[in-house]
């Protein structure tokens, strides 16, 4: 009886090993969370910006005939681009885009302002536009109260890094403008 239960247990020992040895073993699957990148990604930088040349300007119809922005009108502040309309008629400046971006990634745009004054009721506009295509833009009726807004959409244009990004503003009377943010959002 002994030897019976030997030979058994010899045999199923075997077959198991038989059956082990036949089937394919997997590496091990890691276990671990894709980690998601959630932050956002810069697509400028305030200090990279350069004036953008008059045969250059994508929104050449809404230059003056004469502009007038001296390099003490803007720069970088803190991080961010300000500008001065004490000193600057019209505003255009671009630079390399610095991230890829796909039809339907999710861009943010944070600009604030001080309060907006002139003689004579007026509308600021600013836009962002990438070679050429515009991307953002909204429009602010002057006389107005100090405000900033993150805006979130979705991008129209899909563009390589060093793609020209274009910042476009112009409005009237002595006001400040900042453009704190231009980014593509984490997926």
Same mark, same amino acid.
């Given at each position: 009886?002994?030897?019976?239960?030997?030979?058994?247990?010899?045999? =199923?020992?075997?077959? &198991?090993? +038989?059956?082990?040895?036949?089937c394919?073993?997997?590496?091990?699957? $890691?276990?671990?969370?894709? /980690?998601?990148? =959630?932050?956002?990604?810069?697509?400028v930088f305030?200090e990279?910006? +350069?004036? =953008?040349?008059p045969?250059?300007?994508?929104?050449a119809?809404?230059?003056?005939?004469?502009?007038?922005? #001296?390099?003490?009108?803007?720069?970088? /502040?803190?991080?961010?681009?300000? &500008?001065? +309309? %004490?000193?600057?008629?019209?505003? %255009?400046?671009?630079? #390399?885009?610095?991230? #890829?971006?796909? &039809?339907?990634?999710?861009?943010?745009?944070?600009?604030?302002?001080?309060?907006?004054?002139?003689?004579?009721p @007026?509308?600021?506009?600013?836009?962002?536009?990438?070679?050429?295509?515009?991307?953002?833009? +909204?429009?602010? /009726?002057?006389?107005?109260?100090?405000?900033?807004? %993150?805006?979130?959409? @979705?991008?129209?244009v899909?563009? /390589? #890094?060093?793609?020209?990004?274009?910042f476009h503003?112009?409005?009237?009377?002595?006001?400040?403008? =900042?453009?704190? $943010?231009?980014?593509?959002?984490?997926?």
């Amino acid at each position: 009886m002994r030897a019976t239960a030997i030979l058994l247990l010899l045999s =199923t020992a075997a077959l &198991v090993l +038989t059956l082990a040895s036949a089937c394919d073993v997997a590496e091990p699957i $890691d276990e671990a969370p894709r /980690e998601i990148d =959630t932050e956002p990604r810069p697509l400028v930088f305030a200090e990279d910006w +350069t004036p =953008t040349a008059p045969q250059d300007d994508p929104l050449a119809d809404h230059r003056p005939a004469q502009t007038i922005c #001296p390099p003490t009108a803007w720069g970088e /502040e803190f991080g961010t681009l300000e &500008v001065s +309309t %004490s000193g600057c008629n019209y505003f %255009s400046v671009e630079q #390399p885009l610095a991230e #890829p971006i796909e &039809v339907g990634d999710q861009l943010r745009v944070q600009v604030w302002w001080q309060s907006l004054i002139a003689h004579q009721p @007026a509308t600021g506009h600013l836009a962002l536009l990438i070679d050429g295509a515009l991307v953002w833009e +909204t429009h602010v /009726e002057i006389p107005g109260a100090s405000d900033a807004q %993150s805006i979130q959409f @979705a991008s129209t244009v899909a563009a /390589e #890094p060093g793609a020209t990004v274009t910042f476009h503003l112009h409005n009237h009377g002595a006001n400040t403008w =900042t453009l704190a $943010d231009f980014a593509k959002l984490g997926d």
